[in-house]
């Protein structure tokens, strides 16, 4: 069973500091990453994907990995209210045919 | 909007009925994932499509869950003899891509209630 493990929080920040997520995965093989966003009653929305060691900015987003340490990690610079929703991460699996899902870690921006 | 749709967006249903629920993907996109998602939990997958074929379905599907994509177009998932803890949103997503791991973008759901 692979798994995915991430705090719940909730995780609160004030408007305009750096959020931090952070998710660490069981099956050492894996090799691609997903950050969704999902608002309260919506479907998750993709964020971005990492597949390298390092880092990968997109905005004010960047998405972190070390395969060593089996952990990859979300970063929200410049934080809005508008950031303020849940945020799950997901592993592909071995084929790649699906992805495993964490709890996801709840953000609030307090304004 | 060229995003993936789901149809109906809410569904409630007595205990015991059958109920179906439909997916049409992004154009082009070749793969289609079904996925169930209950209150403080990640999405958890159900079964996977590249074009009309059915390639993966998950250990924990019952036998009361079926799905199909003719002609590799919409899909379409079946719950038969709907019980209480099947209430859940259901979630499709598409992708494009012949291997290996690629982004999924998902629809907005429909969302089960079974009384």
């Known amino acids: 069973q692979k798994e995915v493990e991430q705090n719940s929080g909730p995780l609160s920040v004030p408007e305009g500091a750096i959020a931090s997520l952070n998710c660490t995965y069981s099956?050492?093989?894996?090799?691609?990453f997903f950050w969704y966003r999902q608002y309260s009653g919506k479907s998750p929305e993709l964020i971005m994907s990492?597949?390298?060691?390092g880092d990968k900015e997109d905005g004010r987003f960047t998405a972190q990995l070390n395969k060593a340490s089996q952990y990859v990690s979300l970063l929200i610079r410049d934080s809005q209210p508008s950031d303020s929703a849940t945020y799950l991460c997901?592993?592909?699996?071995?084929?790649?045919?699906?992805?495993?899902f964490g709890t996801g870690t709840s953000l609030t921006v307090i304004p | 909007d060229t995003g993936v749709s789901q149809d109906p967006r809410h569904k409630i249903t007595k205990r015991g009925q059958n109920v179906t629920f439909r997916c049409d993907p992004i154009?082009?996109?070749?793969?289609l994932y079904w996925y169930r998602q209950t209150l403080g939990q990640g999405p958890e997958f159900l079964t996977y499509?590249?074009?009309?074929?059915?390639?993966?379905k998950s250990r924990l599907l019952s036998d009361r869950f079926s799905a199909e994509r003719p002609k590799g177009s919409f899909s379409t998932l079946e719950i038969q003899r709907t019980e209480q803890g099947d209430s859940a949103m259901y979630l499709c997503?598409?992708?494009?891509?012949?291997?290996?791991?690629?982004?999924?973008?998902f629809g907005p759901g429909t969302r089960l209630t079974v009384t």
């Open positions: 997503a598409s992708s494009y891509g012949a291997v290996g791991p690629v982004e999924q973008y």
């Open positions: 099956d050492r093989g894996s090799q691609s």
């Open positions: 499509f590249q074009n009309e074929a059915q390639l993966e």
């Open positions: 154009s082009e996109h070749n793969r």
């Open positions: 997901a592993v592909g699996g071995d084929t790649g045919n699906q992805f495993y």
């Open positions: 990492i597949y390298s060691n």
